[in-house]
């Protein structure tokens, strides 16, 4: 999502950069991403991108970049209360092969794998910020709790989790790059509430070894499902 307040401005984000036309607002415009995952991140690259007439900063609430390719073994909140943001289970592999996951100016070093373990993509995306000289203009750790336009500019607060410290700062545009996976969807199923058994969403799956031994029904036949399936094969007793 791109919200910008400057009616007589455009700007228009391609494969090759960023380019902007200026109307009456010629000077360099200041501009807020939300997220460092792999949108945020390509949005960084451009915005960010020597001469191109932007600059500012990402604010990322975790810890480190990556979005839903940064695992954790935690489930539920993180150490600052905050629901854990990435779904991502420990042996999760693509589903998609590399080269159409790949940004069209950077590619995989030495890497002849089409379909990668997460934590490959995970070391791609590091790189790609490291390549792009982005880590400078990251903020980690700083969750944003509020977006409000001020005249032809946006307020954007950011609790910086480490010291509890509010910033609030002004942009000229805000890029949101929160992310689309966030809130797990539980099938309405008759007698669910009664079973006794222990019931979980693959949001909050991580490792295997967890269900060794034990007869797992597995509810869903997504990517999700099947991939999860053959991780619990080996372990589950049924
Ligand atoms: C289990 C699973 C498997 C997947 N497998 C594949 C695959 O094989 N291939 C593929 O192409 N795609 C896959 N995807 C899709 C995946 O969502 C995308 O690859 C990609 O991660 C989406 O990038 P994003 O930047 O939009 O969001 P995300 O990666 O979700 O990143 C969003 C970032 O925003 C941050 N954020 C959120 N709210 C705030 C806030 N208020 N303040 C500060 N920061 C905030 C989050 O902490 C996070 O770092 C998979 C997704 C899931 C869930």
């Known amino acids: ?22 109307g009456s607002c010629n000077k360099i415009r200041k501009v807020a991403i939300i997220g460092a995952g792999p949108a945020g991140l390509c949005a960084a690259r451009h915005f960010f991108a020597p001469g191109s007439g932007f ?10 970049l990556g979005g839903t390719w940064l695992y954790s073994d935690v ?4 150490r600052f209360g905050l629901p854990v943001h990435s779904t991502l289970y420990y042996d999760l592999w693509t589903n998609l ?3 159409t996951m790949t940004y069209p100016d950077f590619e995989y070093q030495d890497e002849e794998r089409s379909y990668l373990p997460s934590s490959r993509v995970l070391q791609y995306l590091v790189d790609y910020a490291d390549y792009f000289n982005l880590h400078n203009y990251i903020k980690l750790h700083h969750h944003v709790t509020r977006v409000a336009p001020v005249g032809n500019s946006w307020s954007v607060s ?5 010291t509890k410290v509010e910033h609030v700062s002004m942009f000229d545009a805000v890029i949101v790059c929160s ?3 966030i809130i797990p969807v539980y ?4 007698g669910l509430a009664r079973f006794s058994g222990r019931q979980l969403h693959s949001k909050e799956y991580r490792k295997a070894s967890a269900f060794e031994g034990k007869r797992v029904l597995l509810i869903g036949l997504g990517p999700s499902g099947i991939d999860i399936c053959f991780c619990l094969m080996p372990v589950a007793k049924q």
Do not use: H, I, R
């Open 1 to 22: 999502m791109y919200l910008t307040n400057c009616e007589e401005d455009t700007a228009k984000l391609t494969s090759e950069g960023c380019s902007f036309t200026s």
């Open 55 to 64: 600059t500012g900063c990402l604010y990322e609430q975790a810890g480190d």
């Open 75 to 78: 489930t539920g909140k993180d």
């Open 158 to 162: 950011a609790m910086e989790l480490t």
């Open 187 to 190: 099938p309405q199923v008759e």
């Open 97 to 99: 092969p590399k080269e």
């Open 179 to 181: 992310g689309p996976n």
